[in-house]
């Protein structure tokens, strides 16, 4: 829809006819010597003011009371010159792209706009609407309708940022204000250019605005200092006081970076005189200090630094101000412990002495308790620990989670009264506090807790105890029950019989395909709701459909559970008889016989059998139908369409008895071994049951001859499958299945090795977890199974025992929250091992489970109280340059040596001052002879554990030394194997774990060092050769393809080689695999192209280029003139007419230019034939669309508008041109027969400017040029 109104001859006729009619009914005088005043004619609008103030009647009492209310809707006309217009075809005004712009900007923006076309060609734009809605609209049509310019305006980059404003609001205020888009350079971009992009006028508007804000900033200054770090204390002050007092007395506003930000500039800012004197004054502070100062380092123990610093620094801030020296601190994460005075010289002393009595005035104590107890030292919301802390607020108390120890720190004596208050709190809670641990399975967690913690809740409530339950993600079944002695033994109790409970309760797992979730759930949940309303004591879940789980869980008492599983069980029934699904494979040429003529065969099965059923298309390569529906009805419908294959073809279908067990190793992987048979034998179809249908019948279907060769290497394949593939499964709890493996698979290798039979268990995304395969030989695998069956019935039998283990070694066992027991639970089939609790003497521990793996499990303890008993230390010397390489990524390396090792190995602390000797350059990395090489304390790694085993990881540790090894690589290559930032070589390090390095390109030398792991160097060195090698390669291949030819052609020929947006030259490139470059304007030598790449191909494509040209030089150009209005019909809607006579002549054919001296001139371009056919095809066009144009100027030559006084319209109107020129509409008294002033002229376009083109005026109606 255009926004463009439309005004036609015949609709003002009728207007002015209307206004006739109602003046003759309104009385007024027909007699034509009347003349109406200009006042009569067009009466004036009432004034502004109050209510009848003109015409007399008494204004309203609330009158005075109503203020004007400001319009909310504004409009807004501005003008678009014909040389700025994006879209100039005048023949289409109204339903071009102008239009459909206009419309996408006001659904965008909600703002109304109208269009008109004045008689330069120019474009009259008026939008109306709510002032941001119109501002908005304003900026996307002078962006889309009108050709846009652009301009760069320079101003002093730190004025930038006062262009762009707050969050860029100032920018986008001035961009919205001149309708153009101003983009500034990035901070890191040097330049200091805007670019505006817009109309001419937005641009000087945007300009102008620019340069005001750059004027204002011009007044103030900057001024960037770059003094030493370690002066900035000086300059800043104690407090930073002087800095304040220099910026009151100059009036300039002083930035010095905090101590924190490794800078040394310091930023003034404000006026220029101003800024001048701070510098001046900060200069002379800065050389004074520098001529002045000394320093002075000592060493304090890094613990010690944060009572020097003090709380926010205050403390440095004291000394400075107390002494006038600046004490300058090393990083808190640095290991260096060495501190810089710097100062005067006669003041370093008392700075010194104040620095170390900072140091000692703060002591560290670690007080013992019990780790259950820390939360009750801290009470309820830290109440205990508050009163002593705010007694002691010096006094800094610090509790680690699990730790059995609690941090206090502090002035010395306040220290010591908050640790003998401490001491009394935890003796009165020992007395008077108990706590117990629960085994309780991880599954009955939730159910103990209850819905929002309603259960567990009541019990703390009732007991007063607090009761704590692992998190799920903790995988622990210890619940903690800590208060009163009594309350915790009651809480005990009832806790374990809720768990008896919950025991009692029966659990059921059905599988259900989960694309039956949802249709048993129903919509809303409404069908799962009634079966939940059935059965309200069961608790049903359904798995999340992320999972892809096909588990749906029951959950309550056992009958319940029983019932609603049938129930469940036949709605699932009912699914899948529904949902029955048959494959069929139809030999592709009968497809259109079992479709029929108009589908008919097809849709007479569909009904018959009432099943669904789907064809492949025509272009696929399937020859499967799928029928789907109930069982009996889809091997109804499939017989039928079997029918109907036998009918039309010589197909034999025959069945073969083949073992359930033996399909999927017949199939093969992805279908390999079943596939090559049907290949093989002609494309028989050869189909195998579903699975878990436990049918034997294989069929095979196909021409009589090849079924026959088919079902006999069926057979053989089955036969030699039978000999090897015997299978059996088993069942066993998932817990149990760790301890059958055994530790590093010790177990069921014993098993393999007896019998030969193959153990499969079951993976963590197995949907059946109990579940066994053994395969094998049909003897080994009955065997394997008698075996494994023996060893599951022993699990099954729980027993209780107890063993005697030195309570010294209890802590091993318990810490880290019961680590190493929640392992032995694992690895043991899930035995429960209880120690005594912490205090007790006892040295008695019990465990609980299958007897097979409490035996292992007592034999597991033992072993690892003898490690303990017989653990011993080692010492390992090696640089300490090399230990971050030893650790690995995240200490994954060390991690590993332990696990593996059973050893324990610790690293010496860092020392930072032998960096500079660890710096010594070494010969491939090796570590030095011994004689050469004297450890110290910061190279020795200590590993414990037992003396065999710390051996084992010594030499393991000593293999990960690096070594480093030089490559011979040409200089010429390092940037290529360094890559695009740095990529290439990282990938190589990344692949091959090892550091590679390459020497700074000024030294050019030609070898490359590789540090790392020995084999890791040699695989990296192989690596770095094949790269070198496929380098070289490519050079050579770039050399081969650096073949340049440079072929001269006539710049008129350019164009048509490069074609319509390049399609011609891109195919030649493409078709040749080469490059072609065609010259720049400002070229010397406009007719050079130079083609470049293999020396064959470059010649291939000169001469298809050559080709091209021979074409282009036969053809010829000749000019034909037709008539301007018949132009717009040939060319046709968006030029689809022309486009297909030039395809239909193979010809080119050029229309001129609006405003060219030869409006009448078209260009027709070609081979001498065919432009002589189309420019005969284009006059007798010509002939046909003027015969057309005649009728229609003539009819409008009898529709010109009546005259108000001069009769009639129409042809009676042409009688009356004898009587002279018509006067036209006369009024009296009107403002320009006034004195000095002119009566407009009726014949001027600039007083009365028509509508449309100003082409043909003779020819052309007033109304605009019409559309043929």
Not at 1215 to 1225: I, L, N, R, Y
Request: hydrophobic content about 35%; proline content about 5%; overall charge neutral.
């Amino acid at each position: 829809m255009s926004s463009v109104a439309v005004l036609t001859p015949e609709s003002f006729a009728e207007h002015r006819s209307g206004l006739k009619d109602q003046e003759i009914t309104g009385c007024v005088p027909e007699d034509e010597a009347y003349i109406p005043t200009y006042l009569e004619a067009f009466p004036p609008l009432p004034e502004k003011g109050a209510p009848g103030e003109k015409t007399g009647e008494p204004a309203s009492a609330w009158g005075s009371k109503i203020r004007p209310i400001k319009a909310s809707v504004i409009t807004q006309v501005f003008h678009v010159p014909l040389e700025e217009r994006r879209y100039k075809d005048n023949s289409q005004f109204g339903e071009g792209e102008e239009a459909k712009v206009c419309l996408d900007i006001m659904q965008r923006t909600g703002a109304h706009i109208e269009l008109s076309l004045a008689k330069d060609q120019g474009l009259s734009i008026m939008v109306t609407g709510k002032l941001d809605s119109v501002m908005k609209a304003r900026k996307e049509i002078v962006a889309r309708l009108q050709t846009q310019a652009s301009a760069t305006v320079a101003i002093p980059k730190e004025h930038h940022r006062f262009v762009i404003g707050k969050n860029g609001e100032k920018l986008q205020e001035l961009e919205l204000k001149t309708a153009t888009k101003i983009a500034i350079p990035r901070p890191d971009d040097p330049s200091a250019n805007i670019r505006i992009t817009g109309t001419k006028e937005g641009i000087e508007k945007a300009r102008h605005e620019i340069l005001l804000i750059s004027a204002e900033q011009d007044k103030r200054a900057v001024e960037r200092l770059s003094l030493e770090k370690a002066f900035h204390p000086f300059i800043a002050g104690a407090h930073n006081r002087l800095v304040q007092e220099l910026s009151q007395e100059t009036g300039a506003r002083i930035s010095i970076p905090p101590p924190s930000l490794p800078k040394d500039e310091i930023v003034i800012t404000g006026e220029k005189e101003a800024v001048a004197l701070a510098v001046n004054r900060i200069r002379a502070i800065y050389e004074d200090k520098k001529r002045k100062t000394t320093t002075i380092s000592v060493e304090v123990k890094k613990s010690q630094h944060k009572y020097i610093i003090g709380p926010k620094g205050n403390t440095l801030q004291e000394i400075l101000e107390a002494t006038g020296v600046s004490v300058e601190m090393p990083p808190l994460d640095s290991a260096s412990e060495t501190i810089i005075l710097r100062g005067e010289p006669d003041k370093l002393g008392p700075a010194l002495t104040q620095v170390y009595a900072k140091a000692k005035s703060v002591m560290v104590v670690e007080v013992s308790a019990p780790a259950w107890l820390h939360r009750f030292i801290i009470g309820k919301k830290g109440q205990n620990i508050g009163r002593i802390t705010q007694q002691l607020p010096r006094v800094h108390i610090e509790f680690t989670d699990g730790e059995e120890r609690i941090s206090l720190e502090g002035p010395t004596e306040e220290v010591e009264q908050a640790q003998t208050q401490i001491q009394e709190i935890i003796k009165d809670l020992l007395v008077r506090m108990d706590y117990t641990e629960v085994n309780i399975d991880q599954r009955f967690h939730r159910h103990l807790i209850g819905k929002n913690g309603a259960n567990i809740n009541r019990i703390k409530e009732q007991y007063k105890v607090s009761v704590r339950i692992p998190q799920d993600s903790e995988r622990s079944n210890l619940v903690r029950i800590e208060g009163d002695p009594k309350g915790v033994q009651m809480a005990r109790r009832e806790l374990i019989e809720m768990v008896q409970r919950m025991e009692n309760e029966r659990t059921k797992d059905l599988i259900v395909e989960q694309k039956f979730h949802r249709t048993i759930i129903g919509q809303k949940g409404e069908k799962i709701k009634e079966v939940r309303d059935k059965f309200p004591e069961v608790i049903i879940t359904f798995p999340d459909p992320s999972q892809k789980s096909d588990i749906v869980q029951l959950r309550g008492p056992k009958n319940e559970v029983e019932k609603c599983a049938k129930f469940l069980q036949k709605i699932i029934a009912d699914l899948i008889e529904n949902s029955f699904s048959l494959s069929v494979p139809i030999f592709k040429q009968f497809h259109k016989n079992i479709i029929g003529k108009g589908g008919a065969n097809i849709k007479k099965i569909r009904e018959e059998t009432n099943t669904k059923i789907d064809l492949p298309t025509e272009n696929s390569n399937s020859e499967t139908i799928v029928i789907t529906g109930k069982k009996n009805n889809c091997e109804a419908a499939r017989d039928r369409i079997l029918a109907i294959q036998r009918d039309l073809a010589n197909i034999k279908e025959t069945e073969v008895a083949i073992p359930a067990k033996l399909h999927n190793s017949l199939i093969g992987s992805k279908g390999c071994l079943v596939r090559s048979i049907m290949e093989d034998c002609g494309g028989v179809h050869i189909h195998f049951p579903s699975e878990g249908s436990g049918s034997d019948k294989v069929t095979i279907r196909g021409p009589a001859g090849e079924v026959e060769k088919a079902k006999k290497q069926l057979l053989q394949l089955a036969e030699e499958k039978q000999v090897n593939n015997f299978t059996v499964e088993l069942q066993a709890k998932p817990e149990y299945h760790k301890f059958l493996i055994g530790r590093g698979g010790a177990n069921i290798r014993r098993v393999r090795d007896r019998t030969g039979a193959r153990i499969i268990f079951p993976s963590p995304d197995d949907t059946e977890q109990e579940l066994i395969t053994i395969v094998g030989k049909e003897e080994a695998v009955r065997q394997a199974q008698k075996e494994l069956e023996i060893l599951v019935k022993n699990l099954d039998d729980v027993v209780e025992d107890s063993m005697e283990v030195d309570v010294r070694h209890h802590r091993h066992f318990v810490c880290r929250r019961g680590q190493v027991l929640r392992e032995l639970a694992e690895e043991y089939g899930g035995v429960a091992v209880s120690f005594p609790r912490t205090g007790s003497s006892s040295q008695r521990v019990t465990l609980k489970g299958a007897k097979d793996c409490v035996e292992a499990a007592k034999k597991r303890i033992q072993e690892i109280i003898g490690d303990l008993e017989s653990q011993v230390s080692v010492e390992v010397a090696i640089p300490q340059r090399h230990h971050r390489a030893i650790m690995g990524p995240k200490g994954s390396r060390i991690q590993h040596i332990t696990r593996e090792h059973e050893v324990q190995i610790k690293f010496p602390e860092r020392d930072d001052s032998a960096a500079g000797q660890d710096a010594l350059p070494q010969e491939n990395g090796d570590v030095s002879p011994e004689a050469d090489f004297v450890p110290r304390k910061c190279d020795i790694i200590t590993i414990s554990g037992r003396a065999e085993k710390c051996e084992l990881a010594r030499a393991a540790l000593l293999a990960l030394v690096p070594i480093t090894e030089d490559v011979e690589v040409s200089y010429d290559l390092h940037r290529y194997i360094i890559g695009q930032k740095g990529s290439g070589i990282r990938k190589l390090m990344e692949e091959y774990e090892v550091n590679i390095w390459v020497p700074q390109p000024e030294k050019q030398l030609d070898v490359i060092k590789v540090t790392g792991l020995a084999a890791n160097v040699e695989r990296a060195k192989l690596g770095l050769l094949e790269r070198v090698k496929d380098l070289q390669a490519e050079q050579e291949d770039r050399a081969l393809r650096s073949f340049k030819v440079t072929m001269s052609v006539d710049p008129k020929f350019h164009p048509k080689i490069i074609g319509r947006k390049g399609a011609v030259i891109s195919q030649i490139r493409k078709d040749h695999d080469v490059s072609i470059q065609f010259p720049d304007k400002g070229d010397e030598q406009q007719d050079l192209i130079v083609i470049c790449g293999y020396e064959r191909n470059v010649e291939e494509a000169r001469q298809a280029i050559q080709q091209l040209v021979s074409e282009l030089q036969e053809m010829v150009s000749q000019d034909v003139h037709l008539d301007p209005r018949t132009h717009a019909r040939i060319i046709g809607a968006r030029g689809k007419a022309i486009r297909k006579l030039m395809e239909e002549f193979k010809v080119d054919i050029r229309f001129p230019q609006p405003g060219s001296d030869e409006p009448d001139k078209v260009t027709v371009t070609g081979l001498p034939d065919t432009v002589d056919a189309a420019i005969d095809h284009l006059l007798n066009l010509e002939e046909d669309y003027l015969l057309s144009v005649t009728e229609t100027e003539t009819l409008a030559a009898y529709m010109k508008p009546p005259s108000r006084y001069g009769g009639g319209g129409g042809a009676g109107g042409l009688d009356d041109s004898s009587g002279g020129p018509a006067k036209g509409f006369v009024v009296r008294d009107a403002p320009w027969n006034a004195a000095g002033n002119k009566a407009p002229d009726m014949s001027s376009a600039e007083d009365f400017p028509t509508f449309g083109t100003g082409v043909a005026p003779k020819q052309t109606s007033a109304w605009g040029p019409k559309k043929f």
